[in-house]
């Protein structure tokens, strides 16, 4: 009789732990749905919040990359297109070297000059110079500094190759000429005007 009741009593314990772990469970499993609903609403929105600043800063970058002549063939093709007789239009432009950006400076220089005599009459001469330059920086809104710029010079333009549809016209062909000569200050033997190609 012992036997069965010390039997019974451990059935009771197993089954008291098997409810608590079942519950246990269920608990971790509601937590878990309650949690994953949360976090999965808000993951489409965090996605297109992500991919639209991806999309902005692909823009912006673009935007950067530009060069000189990127810009200046952009807004050459938009003002040629709409003269008279040269209907579509491509322009390239060529230039001699990059955009210079001239910084101001800080500059301390030393200069001292010594002679020194010795005894037997000999006399030596010592001469030396100590330059120093940092560039001048200035505080923006922000917080951060940047270096104060005193001049910006643009590229030499070397020269101008247009090609539009109305190119074979020789009003057309000198209007052209004269219009990029006027816009870039290059003189007309540096531009050049041809007849597109018909696709």
Not at 13 to 29: A, Q, R, S
Not at 39 to 51: G, I
Request: glycine fraction near 8%; avoid cysteine; charge should be negative.
């Amino acid at each position: 009789m012992g036997k069965i009741m010390e039997w019974l009593k451990l059935q009771d314990k197993k089954n008291k732990n098997l409810l608590y772990n079942i519950t246990f469970f269920i608990g971790i499993g509601v937590l878990l749905i309650i949690l994953g609903d949360t976090a999965f609403n808000n993951l489409p929105r965090k996605l297109e919040e992500k991919r639209d600043n991806l999309v902005s800063n692909e823009g912006n970058l673009k935007e950067m990359n530009k060069t000189y002549e990127d810009v200046i063939e952009e807004r050459l093709k938009e003002i040629f297109s709409k003269m008279e007789g040269v209907g579509k239009v491509e322009v390239m432009v060529t230039i001699s070297y990059g955009k210079e950006i001239f910084l101001a400076e800080d500059v301390n220089s030393n200069y001292s000059r010594t002679i020194e005599e010795d005894s037997q009459g000999g006399k030596r001469e010592i001469t030396s110079e100590d330059i120093q330059s940092k560039t001048v920086m200035q505080n923006t809104g922000s917080g951060s500094t940047q270096p104060v710029i005193l001049k910006e010079k643009y590229p030499e333009i070397k020269g101008v190759l247009i090609l539009a549809e109305g190119g074979e016209d020789p009003r057309v062909k000198q209007q052209l000429t004269a219009a990029a000569e006027t816009l870039l200050g290059v003189p007309a033997h540096k531009v050049q005007v041809f007849k597109m190609n018909k696709e």
